[in-house]
């Protein structure tokens, strides 16, 4: 099985991702003091790894990423102030989402290229495909019997729903913040019921739910796209193991 080789994102989107480094450096070189300048040089040194493409960008990518969540909390607070803590947490999950398939986005370039490198020079990465077994199938084989680790994605969903209705009763949000939340309360529930009945829906509803968590949920976000149990169960189909250019049987 090959993979079809994955464009390069152009610099533009690149720059778009930087915004922290560039905001952080604009406002080093703007403090006139050493240790501004020293800020605003390791921002634009981490900008620069990541524009190269070379040594050191995996680490500079994830540096960049966590500058993004320090990025989305301060806007969430600020819309927090005007909108209120429900549309804020909606639109700070959104940011966070967008800038993680952003970074996501950068880096497969980088691993598609690495991959073909190692395969010049004979160490080819063994690759997976997904084969559909059916549903008859895969409900009756013993993984599909528990739900195993399905339960802490079940937990995180849960507590989701218990953090929102928290924040809603410390804040002693009007009456427009609950009707908006008791019309979201929906999708939890319905991913939860959808979990343990096995049905299919739930893979969408689970990766709405871990997307809006990030970026605690990015542990379960690993699990729910590669773990065997939640690919059986919802999407009715096993790793197969291959080594690239076989074929597809």
């Not at 790894?49 to 050191?56: R, Y």
């Not at 893979?203 to 990030?214: C, D, I, S």
Request: net charge positive; charged share 10%.
């Amino acid at each position: 099985m090959t993979s079809r080789p994955i464009a390069p994102v152009p610099r533009v989107w690149i720059a778009v991702f930087l915004l922290p480094c560039w905001v952080t450096a604009a406002l080093g070189i703007a403090a006139a003091s050493l240790p501004g300048v020293g800020i605003a040089v390791a921002s634009l040194a981490l900008a620069g790894l990541i524009l190269a493409g070379q040594v050191g960008k995996y680490p500079a990518l994830t540096i960049v990423g966590l500058a993004w969540l320090g990025v989305v909390l301060l806007i969430g607070a600020g819309l927090a102030a005007l909108l209120g803590s429900v549309p804020a947490l909606l639109i700070g999950g959104v940011l966070a989402m967008i800038a993680t398939i952003a970074g996501v986005r950068i880096a497969l370039p980088w691993g598609q290229a690495r991959a073909a490198a190692l395969a010049r020079k004979g160490r080819a990465i063994r690759e997976w495909e997904w084969v559909y077994t059916g549903r008859d199938f895969a409900l009756s084989h013993p993984l599909a019997r528990r739900l195993g680790g399905i339960i802490w994605v079940v937990a995180f969903i849960i507590g989701q729903w218990m953090f929102a209705l928290y924040t809603l009763v410390q804040i002693g949000a009007p009456v427009w913040p609950w009707l908006v939340f008791a019309f979201y309360s929906l999708l939890p529930l319905l991913t939860v019921i959808a979990l343990f009945r096995r049905h299919p829906i739930a893979w969408p509803l689970v990766w709405w739910g871990l997307l809006m968590g990030l970026p605690f949920s990015l542990p379960l976000i690993v699990y729910w796209a590669d773990g065997v149990r939640p690919n059986l169960i919802y999407r009715h189909r096993f790793e197969r193991l291959v080594t690239p250019g076989e074929e597809s049987v």
